[in-house]
Each structure stands twice: as C-alpha cells, then as structure tokens.
T-cell receptor, first 115, second 109 residues
C-alpha cells in the first residue's frame, strides 16, 4: 500500500502566473481533498473531489480549480497567482463509505512561493 | 459557523509531567472531532478521533458537549511527544475538516 504523494515539493512562481499541483491518492481511496496552510495557521479546506466530481468547496475564489482523474489522482490549479497564495498546499485522500468514519491521509505538501 | 480554537500556540512541559492541549469548537450540531499530529519533518497524521474512544501513544481526549471542548491529555509526557498538534472537526454530512491554528508542544528533558 502506497501513501499519498505530491509533486513538486517546492515551487516558485511570479504574481499573475498559473500553477498546477499534483497529488496521487493512497491506493484504494476514492476521495481527495485539498487544503491551503499559510505560515503559522492550520490547514484550510479548498475543495474535495469524489469520483471525479467536486463534492464541496471552501471559501476560495474560482481561480482555484481542481480535477480528479479515473485513477483517483488529482490536480489543483491556481490562476492569476497573488502574493497571498504563498503557502503549503496539502492533499489528503480518504475512502468514503456510507458506514465508515471520516479519516483523511495527508501527503507531504507542496510549498508554493509567489514573488 | 464552524470554528476550532486552540488557545495556546506554544506549550512547553517537562518530561514526565502531565500535558493538556486545549481545544474548543463552535458548531451547531454534533460534529466529529479529531486530533492530528505533525512530527518534525513528517506529514500530518491522525492521532485520535472522539468516536473511537481509544488511547493512542498514551493520549486521550474526551468530547465535552456542554463546554464544546475536546482537550488532549497525557499523564506523563515523553520527549518524543514534541510536535505540532491540530484539533479538527467535521460537521455531520460535511466534507471538510476544519482545523484549529495548532499548538506546538515541546517536551523538555
């Protein structure tokens, strides 16, 4: 069983550019969630994908978008980058079943710096 | 509104002393509560959840609905407990984890 992986580890972009972050879910998981963690803060929910469809969204503007693929890997895209987008982006996968409780497994994160 | 508050950003105790990390929440209903931990250079991982009522690495946490609290406790702290601890909730039928700001626990030898 492989854990959640994310790429790249670090990324530096310029304000106004676009970025794509990638996540590979833990084997057997059908749901992926993305979180933004600013320095000194707890993670904040961006959105979740379940079976390739968005299944909930946090308080983030539309320039944050995502995709989930049939193999349950996922992408987070951010357009028109702003300085405040500088943060650690975490991906978490889970197996959502009707009768099971909600446990998410986190990846190591991608550190995005916007200059 | 859903909110998780961890009033202490930093907590330092001596090895062998009891430790309590505070967590208060705001939610109109019955949420599911969790404690996540992040050790140095490791990823965020689940420590325990209130529904399982289990003790992990000597830590326990009791959900107090009257006080809307979910404090994390351990009677005798160990140096390997030094880490960042996050309290989090999931609302019933919701998809997202709502995290507190975290408490950095340091166990002094």
């Amino acid at each position: 069983e492989t854990g959640v992986t994310q790429s790249p580890t670090h990324l530096i972009k310029t304000r106004g550019q676009q970025v794509t972050l990638r996540c590979s879910s833990q084997s057997g998981h059908n749901t992926v969630s993305w979180y933004q963690q600013a320095l000194g803060q707890g993670p904040q929910f961006i959105f979740q994908y379940y079976r390739e469809e968005e299944n909930g969204r946090g308080n983030f503007p539309p320039r944050f978008s995502g995709l989930q693929f049939p193999n349950y890997s996922s992408e987070l895209n951010v357009n028109a980058l702003e300085l405040d987008d500088s943060a650690l982006y975490l991906c978490a996968s889970s197996l959502v079943q009707r009768t099971s409780s909600y446990e998410q497994y986190f990846g190591p994160g991608t550190r995005l710096t916007v200059t | 509104a859903q909110r998780v508050t961890q009033p202490e950003k930093l907590l330092s105790v001596f090895k062998g002393a009891p430790v309590e990390l505070k967590c208060n929440y705001s939610y109109s209903g019955s949420p599911e509560l969790f404690w996540y931990v992040q050790y140095s250079r490791q990823r965020l991982q689940l420590l325990l959840r209130h529904i399982s009522r289990e003790s992990i690495k000597g830590f326990t946490a009791d959900l107090n609905k009257g006080e809307t609290s979910f404090h994390l406790k351990k009677p005798f702290a160990q140096e390997e407990d030094s880490a960042m601890y996050y309290c989090a909730l999931v609302g019933k039928g919701a998809q997202k984890l709502v995290f507190g700001q975290g408490t950095r626990l340091t166990i002094n030898p």
